[in-house]
């Protein structure tokens, strides 16, 4: 089937999200943030902004999140994850990019410091991969695993569908 030039010009709308999986630098625990008004905690990052890479978006809503400058590039893509549109729920169809990267002290040490300052969001705390299902929305439990299992061997990135392995 041919497409025609206004599938290019007139995309049908999308999300794109970029998110950080940061790792504590002496272990496996993961950086993650209060989410404000849930019940879970969540992954630095966010939703882009229009003409923004995902890249991009994560190295600005990190800084602006926890103080800290990392550069996200393509080396640190650990997942991304496809959404299918919900119409039930009105939610759009939409991209996680999931980048992972292993924090130094210094970095680590300016998170915390950040948060001091900044408490929105409030609050972060490191998290044991053991004790992520407890306080983790299901879909971002998949997305941390992949990218840890991602970091651990730095193998190509996954490709989830709607939280899950593609098959």
Not at 18 to 36: I, K, M, N, S, T
Not at 80 to 108: C, I, K, N, W
């Given at each position: 089937?041919t497409r025609g030039r206004?599938?290019?010009?007139?995309?049908?709308?999308?999300?794109?999200?970029?998110?950080?999986?940061?790792?504590?630098?002496?272990?496996?625990?993961?950086?993650?943030?209060?989410?404000?008004g849930g019940p879970y905690?969540?992954?630095?990052?966010?939703?882009?902004?229009?003409?923004?890479?995902?890249?991009?978006?994560v190295r600005r809503l990190?800084?602006?999140?926890?103080?800290?400058?990392?550069?996200?590039?393509?080396?640190?893509?650990?997942?991304?994850?496809?959404?299918?549109?919900?119409?039930?729920?009105?939610?759009?169809?939409?991209?996680?990019?999931?980048?992972?990267?292993?924090?130094?002290?210094?970095?680590?040490?300016?998170?915390?410091?950040?948060?001091?300052?900044?408490?929105?969001?409030?609050?972060?705390?490191?998290?044991?991969?053991?004790?992520?299902?407890?306080?983790?929305?299901?879909?971002?439990?998949?997305?941390?695993?992949?990218?840890?299992?991602?970091?651990?061997?730095?193998?190509?990135?996954?490709?989830?569908?709607?939280?899950?392995?593609?098959?």
């Amino acid at each position: 089937m041919t497409r025609g030039r206004t599938s290019l010009t007139s995309p049908p709308p999308r999300r794109i999200a970029g998110q950080a999986v940061l790792v504590h630098p002496d272990d496996e625990r993961v950086l993650l943030l209060d989410a404000a008004g849930g019940p879970y905690r969540r992954l630095p990052g966010g939703q882009a902004g229009q003409d923004e890479p995902a890249h991009r978006t994560v190295r600005r809503l990190v800084a602006a999140q926890l103080g800290i400058a990392l550069p996200f590039t393509g080396a640190d893509l650990a997942a991304v994850d496809y959404s299918p549109a919900a119409p039930s729920t009105g939610s759009r169809e939409g991209y996680a990019f999931v980048f992972a990267v292993r924090l130094t002290h210094d970095q680590a040490a300016r998170t915390a410091q950040a948060q001091a300052r900044n408490p929105d969001p409030p609050g972060s705390g490191w998290t044991t991969p053991e004790k992520l299902s407890a306080v983790c929305a299901h879909r971002d439990l998949l997305r941390i695993s992949e990218a840890l299992a991602w970091y651990a061997v730095q193998g190509s990135a996954a490709l989830l569908v709607d939280g899950a392995l593609a098959a």
